[in-house]
């Protein structure tokens, strides 16, 4: 597991971008910035805790569509949505695809960091919640006897 959560910071306005990535730095938090859904996608590795701050509108695909092939191909990384450009409707579909929470631009730099710990530390917990399950199926394989018991009263024993 990584030493220090990352943000993942997803949008197309570089002064946005810089800007984000200034304040999770004052968090202590290591930032990690693409211009691009499509750029995210091909880098991403998940390595530790992370979060994910995703603008909706950008050219090729959009917010809403990484999010939606995230959540098709399993990844869980809680979801900050920012916009320029909010409705309810986006809204409410951000939120139903999983999104943890919506903001629209502007937005107060404190409340995208209290979003950001929060997020930090659920996807934390997840992490150790997979950390725990992975250790208990390695214990249980390790107690599994790697040959078929042939003796029909072991056999029965091991029902």
Known sequence: ????????????????????????????????????????LEAYKPTGPACLILDVRMPGMSGLELQKELRRTGVTLPIIVVTGHA???????VMKEGALEFLEKPFRMQELCDNIQKAIRLDTENWQRRQQKQNA?????????????????????AR
């Open 1 to 40: 597991m990584a030493s220090q959560p990352t943000v993942f910071i997803v949008d197309d306005d570089p002064a946005v971008s810089e800007a984000i990535t200034a304040v999770v730095k004052t968090i202590d938090l290591k930032p990690q910035s693409y211009g691009s859904a499509g750029e995210f």
């Open 87 to 93: 409705d309810v409707r986006m809204a409410v579909e």
């Open 137 to 157: 199926h390695r214990r249980i394989a390790e107690l599994t006897p790697a040959e078929p018991v042939s003796s029909p009263a072991l056999q029965r024993a």
